[in-house]
């Protein structure tokens, strides 16, 4: 569900979450799959390959002008040579790249009287989690900690347009049951 693509200076990661649907904030969510690539096409692809594996609906993530230039050139060369293409939302409080909100909504999902992200099995996710310095919350850019960015953006998102689902749960329960149905 959710992506932050790099150029290649810098690795690239997909994290894909399930949320537990309730109609009582906050949803658990869980880390369903992640990965990181340093090639935008690999990235590209483990995204799509990620998206028929588990059904994801959107990938949510800064859209920056250069990112949405460099995104339109992948996905048209992509289309000339038969491949499936990737489109991505922008998620909620990405625009200037900055770390520092991504993070914000992490530790307010991770702390322990609160934990409603459970990431058990994540080597890439723990890892950037006990590397990630808390000083550097204030100039780090979501290009340094990719997977922490993703991962941020993923529940940033998520948490917005959580709250409209709870607005109307009868709509968002036909929606299940749609899509559970369609699957078989």
């Given at each position: 569900m959710g992506r932050h693509l790099s150029t290649g200076r810098t690795p690239g990661a997909v994290i894909i979450c399930a949320e537990e649907f309730t109609l009582k904030p906050p949803a658990?969510?869980?880390?369903?799959?992640?990965a990181q690539e340093s090639a935008t096409d690999n990235l590209m692809q483990r995204a799509l390959?990620?998206?028929?594996l588990y059904q994801v609906q959107e990938?949510?993530?800064?859209r920056d002008k250069d990112f949405y230039r460099?995104?339109?050139?992948?996905?048209a060369?992509?289309?000339q040579r038969g491949l499936k293409t990737l489109e991505t939302l922008e998620a909620p409080n990405s625009a200037d790249g900055n770390i520092s909100f991504p993070?914000?909504?992490?530790?307010a999902r991770l702390s322990p009287n609160k934990k409603t992200i459970h990431l058990s099995g994540s080597k890439l996710l723990m890892a950037a989690l006990q590397e990630f310095q808390?000083?550097?919350?204030?100039?780090?850019k979501d290009t340094e900690f990719p997977v922490l960015a993703s991962l941020g953006y993923v529940v940033s998102a998520l948490n917005e347009y959580a709250d409209y689902d709870r607005d109307r749960p009868e709509e968002a329960e036909m929606e299940y049951?749609?899509?559970?149905?369609?699957?078989?």
């Amino acid at each position: 569900m959710g992506r932050h693509l790099s150029t290649g200076r810098t690795p690239g990661a997909v994290i894909i979450c399930a949320e537990e649907f309730t109609l009582k904030p906050p949803a658990q969510i869980f880390l369903a799959d992640e990965a990181q690539e340093s090639a935008t096409d690999n990235l590209m692809q483990r995204a799509l390959d990620f998206r028929a594996l588990y059904q994801v609906q959107e990938f949510y993530g800064r859209r920056d002008k250069d990112f949405y230039r460099f995104l339109s050139f992948l996905n048209a060369d992509r289309r000339q040579r038969g491949l499936k293409t990737l489109e991505t939302l922008e998620a909620p409080n990405s625009a200037d790249g900055n770390i520092s909100f991504p993070i914000g909504v992490l530790r307010a999902r991770l702390s322990p009287n609160k934990k409603t992200i459970h990431l058990s099995g994540s080597k890439l996710l723990m890892a950037a989690l006990q590397e990630f310095q808390m000083g550097t919350v204030s100039t780090a850019k979501d290009t340094e900690f990719p997977v922490l960015a993703s991962l941020g953006y993923v529940v940033s998102a998520l948490n917005e347009y959580a709250d409209y689902d709870r607005d109307r749960p009868e709509e968002a329960e036909m929606e299940y049951n749609f899509e559970s149905i369609m699957d078989r």
